[in-house]
């Protein structure tokens, strides 16, 4: 993409900042924003060649938060390997526990009871609502609305996560799903403290959506910035709001089938331009289907057991063989890809991050805009560090 | 309008701030150490051994069987097993532990421990207020710590403890009456009428066993 012939030489000198000098067009600076920028959710590194405002190469660096994560699974058990996926990607913990149950279940052959399965769409659709409210938080946080927006999300977040404590007994780290159902059972407190919570949510997005969408200086950074091309996304992996703001129709929700989302109606919005805005505008959409899903799933939901009596959560060897188990967690398709070769512990374990991948195509969406869009881009792809590095 | 936008945002902020002292609701924080929130029934944060009666060391629930120190995700928990025996609740022989360490510093609350014990041993705590200045042996609890009576933890979960005293107590009957069976047969032996074999209490032999 850089059409700019760049030598990257050294200038003599102590007091003088690295400078990568071009042909006659003056001088490159080169900027490493980040690890520690408030702006990269944790620590993250750009490696930033600048022509005055103008970026013109952009280097992604990895790694600061690698934790051995796929190493450790070959080494411990299957259940114990469970708490460690909340680790994956802390804002949504029980997304994550659901690729993985789901990945696990499939290379043992297990079912999951009816209300096991209601129990875990209404938590992943209310891990996403937190997560979108929580995203757009930042965003705005990064635009310069110091505080307050991202405080309104977190106020909101705090009651989903409330119920999130007095199900599965911790805030973010939930630990809640098996293979073959759900750790304990909710009770019907539990579903009406559920059901006023979505009840609420509504409003929150009307007052959300008042002050934002047709802000005029949210209209004025977003719209046109950091457009990311349909087929651009499409080859390089990109899933989830990303890939469907730039005009993709593709939900696994929809596609895969998974879990029991075939029985209750929800749409799938897309965007037109693949720009900030339209990032912004379809995760507030996705928060109005979470919604419309919660009310369907927290109506219908039948009483029954929520483990399988015959399921084994310890100690089993499932036969040699290999499955790969995904969702539509609210950042992308998380997939959680396991080999048994039949001992206790996973012979290979490989997790799909949608963060990093999403992450990827970072440089062809800052190449010619401002450094202080990077960061705007940068907030909307949203990804979660941990995930990233695992 | 040239601050129209500003205009809006102020009259949520005043509508919030003016609502505050109207509804508790819109009130979103507390002032934590002088105010607390009461934490939910299911909150987790540490394990603790649970031990019956009035003596921690002789009421201790858990026989070493050191399947939480292999299932333990981040591998905190070391167990030393004992070379004598003694009785635990329903008064089989057992050993246990001599040596039952919690390094919390390393624990990453997920509650496996708790999920895999067969015994009801190991639960958890929700006590949250545990900084401590030593920053080597402070975080690394022995036995002694880690014991709590069975009366804290109806304290703490009084729903879940109460499930598992009457699973506890139905497991002791079946144990008794079992105990019962095999004396009266052995009496009947002892009076010379092998008329039954007691194959009755074949069905509880393996329940113990995880």
Known sequence: ?390 | MLGEGILKGLAETAKNFAGSFVSKERMTTVEYPEERLPLPEASRNFPFLVYDGSDWQAGLRCVACQICEKECPPKCIYIEKSKDKKPDYVGKLQIYPTKFDIDISVCMSCQICVEVCPFEAIKMNNEFELATDNRFGGLLLDRKELAKSNEYYHQIHPTEAAEVDARLAAEKAKAEAKAKAAADAAAAKAAGAPATPTPVAKPNEGERKS
Not at chain 1, 7 to 17: L, M
Not at chain 1, 28 to 44: D, R
Not at chain 1, 78 to 102: E, G, K
């Open chain 1, 1 to 390: 993409m850089n059409s700019l012939d760049v030598k990257t030489e050294r200038v003599e000198g102590w007091n003088r900042p690295p400078v990568i000098e071009t042909d006659g067009e003056g001088e490159l600076l080169e900027v490493a924003m980040g690890p520690h920028h408030p702006s990269t959710h944790g620590v993250f590194r750009m490696d930033l060649a600048l022509d005055g405002e103008r970026v013109v190469r952009l280097k992604p660096v990895f790694g600061y938060l690698h934790r051995n994560h796929e190493q450790i699974a070959e080494t411990v058990s299957y259940l114990a390997m469970m708490p460690y996926t909340d680790r994956l990607d802390y804002i949504c913990s029980l997304t994550n526990n659901w690729a993985y149950a789901l990945a696990v279940e499939k290379l043992v052959g297990q079912e999951v009871p009816e209300r096991a399965e209601y129990l875990r769409v209404i938590l992943a659709e209310l891990t996403r609502a937190q997560n979108h409210a929580s995203t757009i938080g930042f965003l705005l946080q990064e635009m310069g609305a110091s505080g307050t927006p991202l405080m309104y999300a977190f106020r909101e977040r705090e009651k989903i996560l409330d119920l999130f404590e007095s199900l599965t007994g911790s805030r973010m780290m939930c630990n809640y799903m098996r293979f073959g159902g759900c750790r304990v059972d909710a009770s019907p407190a539990w579903l009406d403290a559920a059901r006023k919570v979505v009840a609420a949510l509504p409003a929150f997005v009307d007052e959300f959506e008042r002050f934002l969408s047709g802000n005029e200086i949210v209209m004025a950074r977003c719209q046109g910035v950091g457009i990311l091309r349909p087929d651009l996304a499409v080859n390089a992996g990109v899933t989830g709001p990303m890939l469907r703001a730039s005009g993709v129709n593709y939900d696994i929700r929809k596609v895969d089938h998974y879990g029991i989302y075939d029985r209750f109606k929800f749409r799938v919005p897309l965007g037109d331009h693949g720009d900030i805005y339209d990032r912004y505008m379809v995760r507030v959409l996705e928060i109005r289907e979470s919604i419309g899903i919660l009310e369907q799933a927290l109506k219908d939901i039948p009483n029954g057991p929520v483990m399988d009596p015959k399921a084994k959560i310890r100690g089993f060897r499932p036969k040699p063989g290999e499955a790969y188990g995904r969702i539509e967690a609210p950042k992308g398709e998380l997939g959680f890809y396991l080999i048994s070769d039949g001992t206790p512990n996973p012979y290979r374990y490989r997790v799909r991050p949608p963060s990093l991948i999403n992450l990827t195509v970072l440089e062809d969406m800052c190449l010619g805009s401002n450094v202080a869009d990077v960061v705007l881009i940068f907030g909307s792809v949203d990804i979660v560090l941990g995930e990233v590095d695992r």
